[in-house]
């Protein structure tokens, strides 16, 4: 079974700042990994997708690597804004099913 | 373009009371997911469905079950609400199978009382 864990829970940073979102998961055989934003009350907002065979992926300020090997995917944030702040999960995925972190929880203030 | 469509939005149920949550998604995607969302737990699979036709066990299905209609449709029923089934409800969709990536619906708040 696929356990994924999400480092840190919860994060509290000025605006500005560059931030790193960390996601390790057990079981390499994945297809691909994926990172999503929710905001609260909201649905999941699909930010990135790493294939499994790529190490990383860019999206404006985002950039998302995958180390498939050691079990690691880790986000990056650059120059954080306020508008930033939300949940942060990553989902490795199987030949089905996604499966999801507890997430990151964001807190960027002014 | 609709992506992902959940309805109702937000449900209030007796406990004993039954329902149906409906998911429809517009991107003929094959695989289909039910997830429900609690605090300190993240988002657990319930069912899904990997093509038209089929369908399987998650980690929590116990007291639901699914109904794949159609390639745009999955349904998840609650036959007898219980408390412990207050929760956000997830409905997603991926195509094809294994390497794109999954879109989510607004999820269903559900409150068992």
């Known amino acids: 079974k696929q356990e994924v864990t999400q480092i840190p829970a919860a994060l509290s940073v000025p605006e500005g700042e560059n931030l790193v979102l960390n996601c390790s998961f057990t079981?390499?055989?994945?297809?691909?990994l994926q990172w999503f934003r929710q905001d609260p009350g909201k649905g999941l907002t699909s930010l990135l997708l790493i294939q499994s065979s790529q190490r990383e992926q860019t999206s404006g300020r985002l950039n998302a690597s995958l180390d498939k090997s050691s079990g690691r995917s880790t986000l990056y944030i650059a120059a954080s804004q306020p508008g930033d702040s939300a949940t942060y999960l990553c989902a490795p995925g199987g030949s089905y099913i996604p499966t999801f972190g507890r997430g990151t929880s964001l807190i960027v203030h002014p | 373009n609709a992506g992902v469509t959940q309805t109702p939005k937000f449900q209030v149920l007796k406990t004993g009371q039954s329902m149906t949550l409906q998911c429809a998604q517009d991107?003929?995607?094959?695989?289909m997911y039910w997830y429900r969302q609690d605090p300190g737990m993240g988002l657990r699979l319930i069912y899904y469905?990997?093509?038209?036709?089929?369908?399987d066990k998650g980690e929590v299905p116990n007291g639901y079950n699914v109904s794949r209609l159609n390639k745009r449709e999955f349904s998840l029923r609650l036959e007898s609400a219980a408390p412990s089934q207050t929760s956000v409800y997830f409905c997603?969709?991926?195509?094809?199978?294994?390497?794109?990536?999954?879109?989510f619906g607004q999820g269903t708040r559900l409150t068992v009382v």
């Open positions: 079981d390499s055989a994945i297809y691909n």
């Open positions: 997603a969709s991926r195509y094809p199978v294994g390497n794109t990536e999954a879109f």
């Open positions: 469905s990997a093509s038209e036709g089929t369908t």
């Open positions: 991107m003929n995607h094959n695989s």
